[in-house]
């Protein structure tokens, strides 16, 4: 990951940001917010990550969402736009159709959210924002949530130093290449199980979740964080304030029914714009200046 | 530390109760609102719920209902064994109390009364004071039968007789008898036989006289013999369960109620009903959808013209009924006889608003 100026601000903000961010993507379904959240999440997701973010876009969330927009109208009949008629003797809508490529639109929005999210919100950060209120919670929270990549992590490990012996998955026949992932796998759970006790108990023995500790990294809220904070708040009571107005309205059944754009609705999908932006436009923002500062010395 | 930890326990418990607070206030709503709105409802589901209501607007009665409840109350501990097995119980009037039922489902629209009042002192004598509620029921149901008190007694340690595998049976087979038993409609004489024995799809066995289901596996479709059926899809009880319906769906709600007016269609031997249906749906661009249930070997209606089931409240949904009768198994499984009157009828309150709530007290589907 390079260097992103808003994974640098305070945690709070971050939190803020992708609480309301995430939040939004799952309640709203009207196109053009989806299209806004999903814009942003992809540019957010490539900024963070670079290549690895366009591989993982590409290579995964563009299956999903095609499959998830044409599963839906194999199951859902919904619709007064009949199109053609299934062999069963159901019909096909369009009404179905739609409403399959937004949540499936939806779904790989927040999905590349959260990889934003894993990105920015290390679990340091996670615990210096709630290690004090939910001690126990916390832990657990920022366990679970790095869960994979470290497991993941953790059978490369193991596969490499079985493979020195001439015991991997990719060694041998099928027999024995089944009995090594299995070896394998078990080395894993053993590690695993292991690994969660000895984090519980050094965390234990180190005092945490007692009165006057202190986290592990330590963040000042400066008047950068605080004017970013006020900015997220107006922003959120904008885009809050549309949906509850009903500019974010969008039925699709039994017709398809949205929210016209007018003036109003379009301040609110530019507050959401901006809301969602808000990263990649302080980075660009840093970048400006950091080039205008070179090219003045 | 310790003090703070006890005061953070009872706020979580303070929230948590809180929370089940403010999902028993917001959440349930349907079947408060549902009551006022129409008359006959009003009054079974009263019957249903309270038979000391009963017993106020007949006074020979009152008596009776008052004192198996106070039985109840003195009862203690033996009321409430006898409470447990109540939903047993409940179901019970369909199956158990059945033999008297034709005999006396005449003088029961209006012979209710003397009926379940003097079994109503029985049951009390009887000591079965808890499942007041119950034995109202049962005798009710069971009208002439003489050992009435035996009767609801041995209804209770044979459930699985009685119990129905529907999800919505329980519910619908008490209250459907307590429909009967107020007497509000008598649309068919016979019910169901009582035996309780069904078939390998789970149906109740078929009135005499009324077509058996026939499984449509087992038939070829002739297309050279045809023959007419009338035919006609309708949602008139949504009109009058307005304040229930979806909102999002009142653009396809046709104003009079009707989806596909009354007409004769053609159909081949063997066809069933929901073959008819499907057929004459494609044909007039109407929107359906079903869903094939293999527990009960017949396609489930969902919704014609995206009219879903539970549109109109948690109770509602499509029915059939044929020549007047609700068949008590699946539209696919209905072979349809030439000359036959097909009606589909959208219901808001399990086939009660219709008259078909036998039918849903068994498989509505």
């Known amino acids: 990951m390079k260097r992103d100026a808003f994974a640098s601000c305070h945690p709070i903000v971050n939190f803020v940001y992708f609480a309301s961010v995430l939040a939004f993507a799952m309640l709203y379904m009207h196109p053009v917010l989806l299209a806004v959240s999903f814009i ?120 490499a130093a079985q493979r020195s012996v001439g015991r991997d998955v990719s060694q041998g026949g099928l027999l024995r290449r089944a ?24 965390m234990k023995s180190r005092g945490y979740g007692l009165k006057g500790r202190t986290s592990f990294s330590l963040y000042r809220f400066d008047l950068r964080d605080r004017a970013l904070l006020a900015i997220l708040a107006v922003l959120i009571a904008i885009v809050a304030a549309g949906g509850a107005a009903g500019f974010s309205a969008a039925r699709y059944f039994p017709s398809i029914r949205l929210s016209p754009v007018t003036a109003f609705s ?32 | 530390m310790k003090q703070t930890a006890s005061v953070k ?64 109350e003195a009862g203690g501990e033996t009321g409430k064994q006898e409470a447990q097995p109540n939903p047993p119980v409940d179901l019970e009037p369909d199956g158990a109390a059945e033999p008297g039922y034709t005999a006396s489902a005449d003088s029961e629209s209006n012979g209710n009364q003397p009926d379940s009042a003097a079994p109503g002192t029985s049951s009390s004598g009887a000591g079965a004071g808890g499942s007041d509620r119950s034995g109202n029921k049962g005798e009710a ?32 087979a008490g209250q459907g008898t307590a429909a009967s038993e107020a007497g509000g409609k008598k649309e068919t004489a016979s019910k169901p036989k009582p035996t309780g024995k069904q078939d390998e799809y789970l149906t109740d066995p078929v009135p005499a006289g009324k077509p058996k289901p026939v499984e449509w596996q087992d038939v070829t479709v002739d297309k050279k013999k045809a023959y007419t059926a009338t035919l006609s899809v309708t949602c008139k009880s949504i009109l009058d369960h307005m304040n229930q319906f979806n909102e999002d769906k009142l653009e396809v709600l046709p104003k009079d109620g009707v989806i596909y007016p009354e007409q004769s269609v053609a159909f081949y ?30 396609n489930y209606i969902e919704g014609i013209n995206n009219i879903y089931e539970f549109d109109c409240g948690e109770l509602s949904g499509w029915m059939y009924e044929v020549n007047g009768w609700f068949p008590n198994y ?36």
């Open chain 1, 40 to 159: 942003s999440a992809a540019a957010y997701s490539v900024m963070l990550n670079g290549r690895r973010a366009v591989r993982f876009n590409l290579l995964y969330m563009l299956p999903l969402l095609i499959v998830m927009a044409l599963v839906n109208p194999a199951f859902n009949h919904a619709g007064v736009t009949i199109l053609f008629y299934l062999k069963s003797g159901n019909p096909v809508t369009q009404e179905s159709i739609v409403y399959g490529a937004a949540s499936a639109f939806m779904y790989v929005t927040v999905i590349v959210w959260f990889s934003c999210y894993n990105a920015v919100m290390t679990s340091d950060k996670f615990i210096y924002l709630f290690g004090r209120i939910m001690p126990a919670l916390s832990l657990i929270l920022s366990m679970v949530l790095r869960f994979v990549p470290r497991y993941r992590h953790q059978i490369g490990v193991i596969s």
């Open chain 1, 179 to 202: 009995r090594n992932g299995l070896k394998i796998l078990s080395i894993m759970t053993t590690w695993a199980l292991e690994n969660a006790i000895e984090t519980a108990d050094s």
């Open chain 1, 266 to 297: 379009a301040v609110m999908y530019a507050a959401y714009g901006v809301l969602c932006l808000l990263p990649v436009i302080i980075q660009a923002v840093e970048e400006i200046r950091w080039k205008f500062i070179v090219s003045r010395m």
């Open chain 2, 9 to 72: 326990k009872w706020l979580a418990a303070a929230a948590i109760v809180c929370v089940l607070a403010i999902a028993f206030f917001w959440g349930g709503n349907d079947y408060g609102s549902k009551s006022p709105s129409s008359g006959t409802t009003a009054s079974t589901s009263a019957s249903d719920e309270a038979p000391p209501d009963e017993g106020a607007n007949e006074p020979s009665q009152s008596s009776g209902a008052k004192q198996t409840d106070s039985g109840g």
């Open chain 2, 141 to 172: 149901a069971g009208g002439g039968g003489s050992s009435q008190a035996s009767g609801g007694k041995d209804g209770s340690p044979s459930p699985p007789a009685a119990v129905k595998p529907d999800k919505s049976g329980g519910q619908a």
């Open chain 2, 269 to 298: 031997e063997g066809e069933s009903v929901f073959d008819v249906l499907l057929r004459e749906m494609k044909k007039n661009r109407i929107h359906m959808e079903f869903e094939m249930t293999p527990i009960y070997n017949s």
């Open chain 2, 330 to 365: 699946g539209s696919s499984r209905y072979k349809l006889k030439d000359g036959d009157v097909i009606e589909w009828v959208y219901t808001c309150d399990l086939g009660r608003d219709i008259g078909g709530d036998q039918a849903s007290a068994g498989d509505g589907k």
